[in-house]
């Protein structure tokens, strides 16, 4: 406003017109040039109008800071019509400090305000610390540019630009908050869920979801490997989820035995050694299933129900082993190897092969 009043009262010393007389001004002859064009001309000169407004609030209280303020003003390049000098820049940073320390102070607090409502649970929790977090920075950048005095039409064909190309370059990195913020919404995925993925090359791993961030889901498996997935992944590609509607999970322990075996004392014994293991649920108690007839065994299959996946599936199967082992041993049934019988063919070759081996 104080550029435009300006080049107005220059227009009107040049024609002779005073700036008091309105109807004199609107009588002349000669036009008054529009004041649009200086006001234009002085944000291209000046960027960053607040670093002026700041170098005249404090030249007004200090000679001596306003001295050093003009020194760092004095100190600026011309890029085209555009002067940047070294307290433009000295201000920008100040400014991104302070706003950056504001927003990240608020976050946190909106964090802690959030962890103490009891009533949401822990994926509404996170889905409010998300959306808070994005509102509160936004709301800092928007500040950042009011305080700095930035006109941003100066920068709409470059910023149109450089958006375009920020869209191509970080799509991926969108697409990963949005699905993010779904898969919070949807309950499908939340932290604390044991869930198995299948890698490129086919093999499946299975882990804990630690924590879900704007990028990637942490998922740590049982030998403290932390995988980070991005969140399209799990998206778009089929996920097993171990406690999505509930945490009870069957195991599956394969046991074989001689086909000399009591096949009705084996079935007992292996009902007993499951229920000997104090992660197995009592209700649904456990089965055993026979599998199939192989070459050298009986096959049985053990079915029994865990709570608990995140603590691991094989020490389960190991402690049920182990404890069919003593007992096998103990009431005589056999575990088997692999046998093969052979049948020679009585023939001419055969005899005087065996009559040979007698001689000798």
Sequence with gaps: MIAALAAAATAAAATGVPTGDASAAANADVLVPSPVP?????????????????????????????????????????????????????????VVVIMSSIAWTASKLAHRLLANATRLDLTQRLLAEKMTSLVVWAIAILVGIDILGIDLTAFTVFSGAFGLAIGFGLQKTFGNLIAGIILLMDKSIKPGDVIAITDQA?????????????????LTTRDQKEYLIPNENLMINQVENWSYSSKNVRIQVPVGIA?????????????????????????????????????????FIIHCWITDPEEGTGNVRSEVLKALWHLFHEHGIEIPFPQRDLNLRDNEAFRDLVEAMRKA
Excluded: C, H
């Design 38 to 94: 200086a006001v234009t001309q002085a944000i291209m000169d000046q960027p960053v109008a607040g670093a002026e407004g700041l170098k005249n609030v404090v030249a007004a209280r200090s000679d001596t800071i306003g001295g050093i303020v003009n020194t760092l003003d004095s100190l600026a390049i011309q890029v085209g019509s555009t002067r940047v000098s070294l307290w433009d820049m000295t201000v920008v940073v100040l």
């Design 259 to 299: 086909y000399s075996s009591d096949i009705v004392k084996a079935e007992e014994l292996m009902l007993q050694a499951a229920r000997s293991v104090k992660r197995i649920l009592k209700t649904p108690p456990p089965t055993a299933w026979l599998d199939a007839y192989g070459d050298s065994s009986v096959n």
């Design 202 to 218: 086919g093999n499946s791993t299975f882990g804990q979801i630690r924590r879900i961030g704007i990028r990637a889901v942490s």
